[in-house]
């Protein structure tokens, strides 16, 4: 019997001991991977195809449109055009071959088939379309008609991204109210910023499945696939009537450059309503090129933002405290000097005269400093302020667009002596047009103040149309004394009148001329002249209320000579677009002496 070899695996033997101990560890390690196979493909395979899916997955933005800017019959002041930019992938326009000429490929031959689509250089158009990134922009601003002619040339990896434009039909017409969008097509200014909630909607988006482990590459037709479609903005509505407005700016203009003057505003108000149909100011700007209106210092809306010494149109305030208060009557008498004594100081009249027998109604007309100031010295200063403020004065009027001033009414117990008689004729406190405008359409609305608004409504998407909020009103004097007052500003507009050049053939206009002395931060002190004119018409039922600044003319100063022709005009342009009736009850107007 032959004896058995040493180590052959024997029982207990050292080799058989490392066989077992590899034999386990193998079998230790398969079941790992068997166990996590299992947890691969049974328990975490949802969860795994999940991740896969969302790695495949894009999301894009889809802008909303937003909403047109319109005026009060649906003419378009503002709008936005649908555009599109133009990206690529240049790894993936690397790859490309015409299919129409297979020896045409890559980014140089796509540059020459855009070119003539996209009217660029050749050469410009292949450095954007070669090297390794995957988003390039290739072209901006090009309208849906021109990518359709793009899509057709099946450039491959180029891409379009929703964009828009704003656009402003009406160019300058109104473009002090409308206002200005920023590169990002967010509001800057006028409407557009005050209303940029409404008008910009809400952006959408849409998720795609795309092969390929980057983002510029194509989506897969039947991948997963889902969107939330934007919701376009609103259309705002303005109260504006375009043609009304260039009307005015144009009146405005001719006057102002033949004036030589620095600037001008006119407002154009329903009498009834408080509706502003036209807001016009010179020198203006074109939205369409903010760049240069900046530059010229011609942003914004001086008939809101710029506050000047109204002067004479604003005795209709003193008088019809007068009348409210009962302290005279239209035919009261007074023996006007042109020069009076107050407070330590000599206030004259515009031009020397002998002493004049005027009655309330003669001082109004012929625009007395003096004879104003006589009718009121049984007023005390707290009681001037109060019917200040009744009107609007020293408060913004709620319009709500942005820079708006409230102009400037000092507190009664601040007014210096001199003070409490200049405030009578208009100086030493501040309006803006828009509130001296506000000022007539009260006396115009049979004493009762409606808040200036230029917001008619707003339009959804599905031409629904939401009116703006009823504005607010307020009874500031009484119907017989807004009556009164009316029948008294006739006689200013009559012949021989200081705002005879304010007469529109065929209505009754009531009115009031003002030249004040112009305070000037530049000379730091009173420097020029502000010519204003404000009134309405037909006076026996006022419609429309008109109000004229001309600031620091240089070629003449009165509000009759300067403003009242430029209030005949716009009055006439409004009274007729509005199809007012002629007047056909006459006048009856009170004497202007005793």
Partial sequence: MSRPRRGAGRPGSPVAGRLLFLLAGTLVVVSLYAGRLVQIQAVDASALAEEALDNRLVQRTVPAQRGDVLDRDGEVLA????????????????????????????PRAAAARLAPVLGGDVTELAGALTGDARYAVVARDVDP?????????????????ASSSRDYPAGSVGAAVVGFVGADGG???????????VLTGTEGWVRYERSGENRGHREIPGGAAAQQPPVDGDDVVLTIDRDLQWRAEEALAAAVTGSGARSGTAVVLDARTGEILAMAAHPGFDP?????????GRLGNSAIAEVYEPGSTSKVLTVAAVLEDGLAVPTT????????????????????????????????????????????DAMSADRLWYWFDGFG?????GLGLPGESGGLLPAADSWSSAQRYTVTFGQGLSVTALQMASVYQTLANDGVRVAPTVIAGHRTPAGHVV?????????????????TMTRMLE?????GGTGEAAAVPGYRVAGKTGTAERYDEGCGGYCGYTASFAGYAPAEDPRIVVSVAVQDPTRGKYGGQIAAPVFAEIMRAALAGERVPRSTVPAEPYPLRW
Avoid: C, Y
């Fill in 187 to 197: 509001g800057l200014a006028g409407v557009e910023l005050a209303h940029d909630d």
């Fill in 288 to 296: 369409r090129d903010v760049d240069g209106a900046a530059a010229a």
């Fill in 491 to 495: 006689s200013v507009v009559a012949d």
């Fill in 145 to 161: 008609a021109t990518w359709a002619a793009v899509s057709d040339l099946r450039i491959t990896g180029l891409f379009p991204e």
């Fill in 333 to 376: 008498p007074f023996t006007v000097p042109d020069r009076i004594e107050r407070a330590g100081r000599s206030f004259k009249d515009s031009h020397s005269h002998e002493t004049l027998p005027l009655t309330l109604t003669g001082v109004l007309a012929e625009s007395s400093n003096t004879g104003t100031i006589m009718a009121s």
């Fill in 79 to 106: 709008t936005s055009a649908r555009r599109v930019t133009i990206t690529a992938d240049q790894q993936l326009v690397a790859t490309w071959t015409d299919p129409d000429d297979p020896r045409r490929a890559g």
């Fill in 467 to 483: 009116p703006a909020p009823t504005p607010g009103r307020d009874r500031v004097v009484s119907p017989g004394t807004a009556a």
């Fill in 393 to 397: 004065l020293g408060s913004r009027t």
